[in-house]
């Protein structure tokens, strides 16, 4: 199965942005979907956007537009970036392939805090 690392988090200003990269252990065009997810602190795991092999994106109504995926497959790496974050957006960070099904990551701090 394909595996990821996650990097990129951290400790950002509210209104602040970062931008997650996500580097796969294969070429991504192997990849027919990706998801992005993240986990807050007391909350479940939940999806914040997908993209596909084709590089169709997909992004879950509450991120407002504020989050941008993209992937890179001559790096093998995919990109989530993040704007206008709040504390809110303060969670562990993981992106997984869907389709095929892959496995979890360690995923990435992000912390939103003035």
């Known amino acids: 199965q394909v595996q990821f690392v996650e990097s990129g988090g951290g400790l950002v200003h509210p209104g602040g942005s970062l931008e997650l990269s996500c580097v796969a252990s294969?070429?991504?065009?192997?990849?027919?979907?990706l998801g992005w997810f993240r986990e807050a602190p007391g909350k479940d795991r939940r999806l914040l956007a997908t993209i596909t092999r084709d590089g169709d994106t997909n992004y879950e109504d509450f991120l407002k537009g504020r989050f941008i995926v993209s992937r890179d497959n001559a790096k093998n790496t995919f990109y989530l970036q993040m704007n206008n974050l709040t504390p809110d957006d303060t969670a562990v960070y993981y992106c997984?392939?869907?389709?095929?099904?892959?496995?979890w990551g360690q995923g990435t701090q992000v912390t939103v805090s003035s």
């Open positions: 294969e070429k991504i065009t192997d990849i027919g979907a």
């Open positions: 997984k392939s869907i389709f095929p099904n892959g496995v």
